[in-house]
């Protein structure tokens, strides 16, 4: 890895999660996830405060950088339950079918190279009668809007991890399989608009 990679890229990712807008994004859907939790893209651990401690058994903490990790390690140090990190060998969750009461997503969608792929492992992991939580940022509605961000999606990926501005979480969650049950779609209060249209929900898989 690099040095852009290995350093500010992180550091670049880590800032943009936590902005204050976001955050408030986070407060909402995080503490739809109870019992043994999957949380894909761990990253640096910003969900980690928004977590009902006492509905949580487990948490599976998926995030292949280690650089991510290192930075998550003061947030997850106040965590009342288990917290065990997954690599992704072979582009695989680690883990058996039907394992995890909910999995959990947030902002992550956006970077998958084979986000279709991804989705199909989160599902498969997913107990019966077992939740999908999702948010993410993404395509939104007004065509001024998406016209921008189709303009700036190639320079904001390379800068960002990766990151797409435009493509549409809800339309990936449902071709998925899952079943939505509550969405909540809306700009996020102090957040620019070519990257702060939300989409937020749970679904059954």
């Not at 204050?20 to 739809?32: M, Q, T, Y």
């Not at 948010?135 to 800068?159: F, Y």
């Amino acid at each position: 890895m690099g040095f852009y990679s290995e350093h500010i890229e992180p550091a670049i990712v880590s800032c943009a999660c936590g902005m204050k807008a976001i955050s408030r994004e986070r407060e909402k859907i995080v503490p739809e996830a109870t019992g043994d939790v999957l949380e894909v893209g761990f990253g640096s651990g910003h969900n980690a405060p928004y977590y009902d401690q006492s509905a949580i058994t487990r948490l599976y903490a998926l995030e292949p950088s280690s650089a991510m990790r290192k930075r998550a390690l003061k947030r997850i140090a106040g965590l009342s339950f288990p917290l065990e990190w997954l690599d992704l060998p072979s582009e695989e969750i680690p883990l058996p079918d039907a394992s995890v009461d909910t999995v959990l997503v947030t902002y992550t969608l956006c970077t998958i190279p084979d986000v279709e792929a991804a989705l199909a492992g989160m599902r498969r992991v997913l107990k019966p009668g077992g939740k999908f939580v999702f948010l993410e940022h993404g395509l939104a509605p007004d065509p001024g809007v998406a016209k921008w961000q189709n303009r700036l999606n190639g320079l904001w990926g390379k800068l960002a991890g990766g990151c797409h501005l435009n493509r549409d979480p809800a339309a990936l969650v449902r071709n998925a399989g899952f079943q939505i049950g509550k969405l909540d779609q809306h700009y996020a209060k102090g957040a620019p608009k070519f990257a702060g249209y939300m989409t937020g929900g749970v679904a059954a898989g």
